[in-house]
């Protein structure tokens, strides 16, 4: 499935990314507030996202399940380091407040694998040099993360996440893009953990992101990763005319 924009009532405009009804001309609330999400309800368009192998890694199309329809399935290949990532431009994205990532997610295998989700720079194995993110081990350890030009601050808490369990990530930047706040939700909404980052946030020139998931294992044999159900961007009154 492709973009799927506020929905559109009249003259209003449902912001769902941020629960509030806008009221206005349509046009210059979606320019000023716009909200991208993708359901995965295909394996080539992910609009308005790109999706592109690591290493030969590939897809898969898992079935659907209750509650979670369109899933995709992010694998490796038997090149080390390899796996898929879906993402938009690495430096399409600036930080200045108000941001918003989300995702809903179930990790399929820990072992030798490592994921990041959120604002990130990266396409590949390594770390990102800009971004606030998050990042989880193979042990399942999930670490919210700032960088700025390679310069990182992690949560100083972190969660254990389990194999086959449906997650909600959700990463927000404050108005003024000085606080990242991390949260991690079951599939029934309680929260598993909550956390934040005031420090090495990129919001100067030449420290812009992009915005996705890179999935990558360590192992040199083909790896199921993580199934992707759901992730959205969203933006807060932007000053664009």
């Known amino acids: 499935m492709g973009l799927r924009p506020s929905v559109q009532i009249l003259n209003r405009v449902f912001d769902s990314s941020n629960n509030r009804l806008l009221v206005g001309n349509t046009e210059s609330v979606h320019r000023q507030n716009p ?26 199309t898992p079935a659907g399940t209750a509650e979670h329809p369109g899933v995709i399935r992010l694998q490796s290949s038997a090149t080390p380091n390899s796996g898929y990532t879906i993402a938009s431009h690495a430096n399409s994205i600036m930080i200045a407040g108000d941001e918003k990532y989300n995702a809903v997610f179930s990790l399929v295998t820990l072992s030798g694998s490592t994921y990041r989700l959120g604002f990130l720079d990266t396409a590949s194995s390594s770390d990102a040099t800009d971004g606030v ?60 953990w909550t956390n934040t980052v ?35 961007i969203s933006f807060s009154t932007l000053s664009r005319g």
Request: glycine fraction near 10%.
């Open 133 to 192: 993110y998050l990042e989880i081990d193979s042990s399942g350890v999930a670490t919210g993360k700032t960088s700025t030009n390679g310069s990182r601050t992690p949560t100083d808490t972190t969660a254990t996440l389990s194999a086959s369990t449906w997650y909600r990530l959700s990463i927000e930047l404050n108005s003024s893009a000085t606080l990242a706040t991390y949260t991690i939700k079951t599939d029934n909404g309680s929260t598993v």
């Open 35 to 60: 909200f991208y999400a993708n359901d995965f309800f295909a394996n080539s368009n992910f609009a308005p996202y790109l999706g592109s192998a690591i290493s030969s890694g590939t897809l898969g």
């Open 198 to 232: 005031s420090a090495t946030i990129p919001t100067s020139t030449g420290r812009e992101c992009g915005a996705g998931v890179v999935a990558t294992n360590s192992g040199s044999s083909p790896t199921t990763l993580i199934d992707m159900d759901y992730m959205s």
